[in-house]
């Protein structure tokens, strides 16, 4: 008899509220203008988000309650399958128990849209007629592309110019959905122009991408402006992937020892791994929470925690998390969603206090990982993904050579249809294999603003 290794939930089971890791992690600290050094004012971050996120985002509440319209869209892709990746663990020879939470079957093929419906709705009901994002590697300018057709919003997406070269399909996704999807940078915003002007083979940068969004924004007020990853309220509305991750690993009668996820700007390894914090703060079982980023923008690893901006012009307040410093450029890895110089505050603190370990990987290892995850389970997985399949692989490796049998969950946060051009690099041995140089660091580290906290 085959053991089952698909555990699914039903619609019944959707999250009714999204968890606030501040509420676990003991808060973070303040927001600051970066002009006075002084705490943002609830006013001030109002002018680019609704008052509802603005709560969601400097409360300590442990939870908030999803809205029905939000959850009964979730209902079109949710709940997402958990597996148990037996063929890999036969593969790799170990004891340990795989499982991987597959968010790829959203209609987007990543976890976006879990935060992207819930933006378009609240920004719908104060009174926006657009959205405008900014996107590395395209699964958050399709997500916000979708939430805007679904909530008759007109959507517009700053795209990483390495990105959009290297992923036409994504782009052709966001069209497909009725939003318009410009290269970055650009020459539409003062921020593109002299981006480029200074730079003018820049690759395009996540933090340039935002501060093209921002100006957007601003000179277009019926525009929302959405943020893709890093905030508070981002990483709660991803907080549905690994409450439902604990009711699968109930049906499955095991629990997790190491929980794996790839680190960008943090909102999918939040998602995943804060739930299960949760469990361990209230009295459960102890989990082990690993955070695997790329080599070549290793922000947890080789950064430094400071207050910096989120963007490259230096457009928004200031955050305290770990940052390569916000004139950082990436080299263009195909891990597009991984390319940020700063991370989630609350993932920051979580490394800082020792509650997360971080690790860094090159992009060779990650692919050679993803061609065996998808000749052993059959799914292609994004690029970003392949981060956190090398990271679950290191540690069931690990298991063979110490005899331990532990359970590990990755999650497995898209797929990878899209990217199929990286596959073919790989196969052709002309993937770059990028790691960042100290010079390169330095660089980066120097754009770091003179206000830091020790």
């Known amino acids: 008899m085959i053991e089952k290794v698909k555990f699914e939930l039903t619609e019944k089971d959707i999250p009714h509220t999204w968890l606030n890791a501040a509420a676990d992690i003991g808060g973070i600290a303040p927001i600051l203008d970066a002009k006075t050094g002084l705490e943002v004012s609830r006013e001030a971050l109002g002018g680019t988000m609704p008052a509802a996120l603005v709560e969601q985002e400097l409360s300590l509440e442990p939870e908030f309650e999803i809205p029905d319209e939000v959850r009964q869209l979730y209902a079109q892709w949710r709940t997402t399958p958990l597996y148990r990746a037996r063929r890999l663990e036969k593969a790799l020879n170990t004891p340990a128990r795989i499982y991987y939470k597959f968010e790829g079957t959203a209609p987007t093929g990543s976890f976006k849209p879990n935060t992207a419906i819930p933006q378009a709705y609240f ?25 805007g057709a679904l909530f008759d919003l007109t959507a517009k997406v700053f795209m990483v110019k390495v990105s959009f070269q290297q992923k036409p399909f994504r782009r052709t996704l966001m069209e497909t959905y009725g939003a318009t999807c410009v290269a970055s940078p650009s020459t539409e915003t003062e921020a593109g122009r002299l981006t480029l002007a200074e730079f003018p083979e820049h690759p395009g940068s996540l933090g340039v991408a935002k501060s093209e969004a921002l100006q957007f924004a601003k000179a277009h007020p019926e525009f929302g402006y959405t943020r893709g990853s890093a905030l508070n309220h981002v990483c709660a509305h991803q907080s549905v992937i690994g409450q439902e991750a604990i009711k699968q690993m109930a049906l499955a009668d095991d629990y997790p020892d190491v929980v794996v996820g790839a680190a960008g700007g943090g909102s999918n390894l939040a998602g995943l791994a804060f739930p299960f914090l949760r469990q361990q703060k209230q009295g459960g079982q102890r989990v082990r929470l690993v955070a695997v980023e790329p080599a070549s923008c290793p922000t947890l690893t080789r950064g430094r925690i400071a207050y910096d901006y989120a963007d490259s012009m230096g457009l928004t307040p200031l955050f305290r998390m770990h940052t390569l410093g916000h004139k950082f450029v990436p080299a263009p890895v195909h891990a597009g969603g991984l390319r940020a110089h700063n991370i989630a505050p609350l993932i920051s603190r979580a490394v800082e206090d020792g509650l997360m370990e971080a690790t860094s990987v090159r992009q060779n290892e990650c692919f050679e990982a993803g061609v065996l995850f998808a000749r052993s389970e059959g799914i292609l997985p994004a690029p970003e993904s392949t981060h956190a399949i090398r990271g679950a ?35 052709s041995g002309v993937l770059p294999n990028d790691a960042l140089s100290d010079e390169d660091l330095d660089r980066g580290l120097a754009s770091i603003p003179a206000l830091t906290l020790a």
């Open 393 to 427: 692989i290191t540690e069931a490796v690990r298991c063979r050579e110490e005899g331990k049998s532990e359970a590990i969950l990755l999650g497995l946060s898209g797929h990878g249809d899209f990217d199929l051009v990286a596959y073919e690099k790989y196969f």
């Open 123 to 147: 920004h719908k009901k104060d009174g926006k007629t657009g959205l405008i994002a900014e996107t590395g590697a395209g699964q958050w300018g399709s997500a916000i592309a979708l939430a």
